[in-house]
């Protein structure tokens, strides 16, 4: 059996690194191309990641995904043969961006490389959008739940969804994750992560915005890279699916893994003063991140760091009282099984050292 052509579009970033080692574990591609704008060599990959992206069947084009030469030089194979699959992961992932970022990074970037994808006949489409598309509910959002997207990015990859539906000829898969957490993740939960460096180097208590209940859907990188595949392989095209895990993460969930890794108290606000806060949020967030960047700083120059990925920031969307409940198990009936369907201390253990061994976050 001849094993599929595949490209991966924004290949470097966090779920296409992941994604890159999963079919290269799994011996499941015969060619796998990666496409992106940053160089390997300077996106902090990992062991296992260099690893995977040095075998002989994965090949690195850097190619700005915004023009049309870049487009071409990432579809075009030599052989002028076509990829079963094409995976997009390419897309501006930073929160508080201008809405011309997200046009242009989100909508239009995807938009031109799915009318690319039917124009040079690739198999199948999968497109990584987002589970930050629904509206806020007392019920965990299925695929059919009440729209309502409550970021930015979550209101452009509404909008692509939309464009690439209506380009005829595309074999489109759309796939919404919650929040991605893992090895390689900086805007996840990385920056809960980071606050409890902070707190400990403080010697201070970490308290956060609103309760320890509201809910914060995740699901870990590996099983989506897992679904990605799975999908492609056995999903209709024209379908959407959601991901997420079965351990109805909340702020209190994190934060007990948080207390029990960096040795610190951990709190909340309650609603009643986060709603006084809320009333003001904008100041608020400033406030907040002036009391964790300079100590994070501080902190990485004490212990030898001078240049890492990961910061403290945390954008005033991310602030909102806004529970982010999502129901990933249709994708079960298909046959798919979640890896990690709770998230455990040993994970994010692991998510935190595959930046300390890289001298990217300090030792505890």
């Known amino acids: 059996m001849v094993k599929p052509n595949v490209l991966v ?13 999963y079919l ?32 002989p069947i994965v090949e690195f084009k850097q190619c700005n995904l915004a023009n049309d030469a870049g487009i071409a030089r990432a579809y075009e194979l030599a052989d002028g043969g076509k990829f079963s699959f094409v995976f997009n992961l390419a897309a501006e992932t930073k929160y508080g961006q201008t809405e011309e ?44 739940a009440k729209i309502e997207p409550w970021t930015g990015i979550g209101k452009y990859k509404l909008q692509a969804e939309n464009a690439l539906k209506q380009i005829q000829g595309l074999p489109l898969i759309i796939v919404r994750p919650a929040t991605v ?52 392989n056995n999903a209709q095209t024209g379908t959407i699916w959601n991901l997420a895990d079965k351990n109805d993460t909340t702020q209190d969930k994190i934060n007990t893994f948080i207390s029990s890794i960096f040795g610190i108290k951990t709190g909340f606000y309650g609603n009643m003063l986060s709603s006084v806060a809320k009333m003001k949020l904008k100041e608020v967030t400033e406030e907040i991140n002036d009391k964790h960047l300079k100590p994070w700083s501080d902190l990485c120059k004490a212990t030898s760091i001078n240049n890492t990925p990961l910061t403290p920031y945390i954008d005033q969307e991310l602030l909102y009282n806004y529970a982010y409940s999502i129901d990933g198990s249709a994708i079960e009936s298909t046959g798919f099984r979640y890896s990690h369907p709770t998230m455990t201390e040993d994970l994010v253990r692991e998510q935190l050292q595959y930046f300390v061994s890289q001298n990217l976050f300090p030792p505890q």
């Open 24 to 55: 290269v574990n799994n011996d499941l591609a015969g060619y796998i191309r990666v496409a992106d704008k940053v160089l390997p060599t300077t996106a902090y990959l990992g062991s296992p990641h260099k690893e995977a992206f040095e075998n």
């Open 181 to 232: 957490y893992g090895p390689g993740d900086i805007s996840g939960i990385s920056p809960r992560i980071i606050c409890g460096a902070v707190y400990k180097y403080l010697g201070e208590k970490m308290k956060l915005l609103w309760s320890g209940d509201l809910r914060i859907s995740t699901v870990h990188v590996r099983d989506v890279c897992a679904a990605l595949w799975h999908l492609a």
């Open 9 to 21: 579009l924004g290949g470097v970033g966090f779920i296409g690194r992941n994604l890159v080692t």
């Open 101 to 144: 970022v997200y046009a242009e990074k989100i909508l239009t970037l995807s938009t031109k490389l799915a009318e690319a994808a039917v124009r040079f006949g690739a198999g199948k489409f999968v497109e990584a959008s987002t589970a930050q598309v629904y509206s806020e509910g007392k019920k965990a959002s299925k695929e059919d």
